[in-house]
T-cell receptor, first 114, second 114 residues
Framework: KAGVTQTPRYLIKTRGQQVTLSCSPI?????VSWYQQTPGQGLQFLFE???????NKGNFPGRFSGRQFSNSRSEMNVSTLELGDSALYLC?????????????FGEGSWLTVV | AQRVTQPEKLLSVFKGAPVELKCNYS??????LFWYVQYSRQRLQLLLR??SRESIKGFTADLNKGETSFHLKKPFAQEEDSAMYYC????????????????FGSGTQLTVLP
């Protein structure tokens, strides 16, 4: 079974631009969540989607948004990029099981803002 | 509010020595606790879940609700255990009861010396 797939893996953007990152969850997983990983702040939750609906949101400004499609694939968008948005953006998918929820991560998209 | 604390940013042990990575949490409800590991240039991988009470790669972790701890232990460390280890908690999201938001600790970089 293929893992969580994220594209692009690496990208460089200029301040003020916007970026869209894509995530394909593990087949059968309907929940997709996004995290930002930086050396200073560590791993921080951005938002979670389930059945095309945002169910939970972390403490990030409105410039960070996302969506989920009917096939569970998800995208996140960051508008008006700032230097501080440079980070590894991780997508994760999960499935509910009787034994609880397990969250699986993709390799991430490395975003550099210059 | 939920919080995960990993007091040691760096931890070095010699090969064959026991290792314990500390994790304390703060959560008002009944949490799910996880340990994730990130080897150099690899994706974040699930190592252990407290629900499954299993041993993976010789690692074990016991949830101590009285001390609100979930320390990761291994009796004999190996050089291939060198990695960044993250303790994480999954609780109910504020908005919709989602149980798929992970709160991470700041991580412990484990180095196993030859």
């Amino acid at each position: 079974k293929a893992g969580v797939t994220q594209t692009p893996r690496y990208l460089i953007k200029t301040r003020g631009q916007q970026v869209t990152l894509s995530c394909s969850p593990i087949s059968g997983h309907r929940s997709v969540s996004w995290y930002q990983q930086t050396p200073g702040q560590g791993l921080q939750f951005l938002f979670e989607y389930f059945s095309e609906t945002q169910r939970n949101k972390g403490n990030f400004p409105g410039r960070f948004s996302g969506r989920q499609f009917s096939n569970s694939r998800s995208e996140m968008n960051v508008s008006t990029l700032e230097l501080g948005d440079s980070a590894l953006y991780l997508c994760a998918s999960s499935i509910s099981q009787s034994s609880g929820n397990t969250i699986y991560f993709g390799e991430g998209s490395w975003l550099t803002v210059v | 509010a939920q919080r995960v604390t990993q007091p040691e940013k760096l931890l070095s042990v010699f090969k064959g020595a026991p290792v314990e990575l500390k994790c304390n949490y703060s959560y008002s409800g009944s949490p799910e606790l996880f340990w994730y590991v990130q080897y150099s240039r690899q994706r974040l991988q699930l190592l252990l879940r407290h629900i499954s009470r299993e041993s993976i790669k010789g690692f074990t972790a016991d949830l101590n609700k009285g001390e609100t701890s979930f320390h990761l232990k291994k009796p004999f460390a190996q050089e291939e255990d060198s990695a960044m280890y993250y303790c994480a908690l999954s609780g109910r999201g504020e908005s919709s009861g989602s149980a798929r938001q992970l709160t991470f600790g700041s991580g412990t970089q484990l180095t196993v010396l030859p």
